[in-house]
């Protein structure tokens, strides 16, 4: 079984700054791509930012300049540090793996549980 957790959520002021994190474990053989992803209410989840095994890196463009992406493979764990927040960047925030558990084994998307960021005075 694999499972991501996340931590690092909260409640912040506009312009203040959160880190989140998400660990991956269990029987894993290989991580690809990495993304955090987020979901506000009453909006579909969205794309946040990207990094890919080989360091490529994507941002969606109401992020860019503000959050940035970053993963240790030694760790097996993803980061998304946000600065300069927004009320809009409430929402939960999802990481997402793509993993190949063992040799042979098709890589398949797995997700964490989610995290509610709250940007508000």
């Known amino acids: 079984q694999v499972q991501l957790v996340e931590s690092g959520g909260g409640l912040v002021q506009p312009g203040g700054s959160l880190r989140l994190s998400c660990a991956a474990s269990?029987?894993?053989?290989?991580?690809?791509?990495m993304g955090w992803y987020r979901q506000a209410p009453g909006k579909q989840r969205e794309l946040v930012a990207y990094?890919?095994?080989?360091?490529?890196?994507n941002y969606a463009d109401s992020v860019k300049g503000r959050f940035t992406i970053s993963r240790d493979n030694a760790k097996n764990t993803e980061y998304l540090q946000m600065n300069s927040l927004k009320p809009e960047d409430t929402a939960v925030y999802y990481c997402?793996?793509?993993?190949?558990?063992?040799?042979?084994?098709?890589?398949?998307?797995?997700w964490g549980q989610g995290t509610q960021v709250t940007v508000s005075s």
């Open positions: 997402m793996a793509k993993l190949q558990q063992r040799i042979g084994v098709a890589a398949t998307d797995y």
């Open positions: 990094i890919g095994s080989g360091g490529n890196i």
């Open positions: 269990g029987s894993i053989f290989n991580i690809y791509d």
